[in-house]
């Protein structure tokens, strides 16, 4: 059975940081894309970066490069989301989503990974 679990969300202050936590288990982890997202009230759910399996390579949506980061330990089978610099819009809930996506896939689009974590919640205040 796959599993995600997302932790390390919270309330920060802007230009705060937090980093999530989504443990993997239930598939082979280094093959799979492991992919964050976010979705505010009242928002269409976002892709905000990922570790491709396929070629380990990381993304990044324009509005968080240069202020987050996307880390893998293979041997915890867990990837993690450095958030620096927090913006009051960077306020949503946070998933981590999985799946086996070929080179070239769309890797922000939601509608590719089948399973997803249960969200943690971000919230900085202004």
Request: charged residues 20%; glycine residues 12%.
């Amino acid at each position: 059975e796959v599993q995600l679990v997302e932790s390390g969300g919270g309330l920060v202050q802007a230009g705060g940081s937090l980093r999530l936590s989504c443990a993997a288990s239930g598939f082979t982890y280094d093959d799979y894309t492991i992919g964050w997202f976010r979705q505010a009230p009242g928002k269409e759910r976002e892709g905000v970066s990922c570790i491709s399996g396929s070629d380990g390579n990381t993304y990044y949506a324009d509005s968080v490069k240069g202020r987050f980061t996307i880390s893998s330990d293979n041997a915890k089978s867990t990837v993690y989301l450095q958030m620096n610099s927090l913006k009051p819009e960077d306020t949503a809930v946070y998933y981590c989503a999985a799946d086996y996506l070929e080179y070239g896939s769309r890797y922000f689009s939601p509608d590719e990974y089948d399973y997803w974590g249960q969200g943690t919640q971000v919230t900085v205040s202004s």
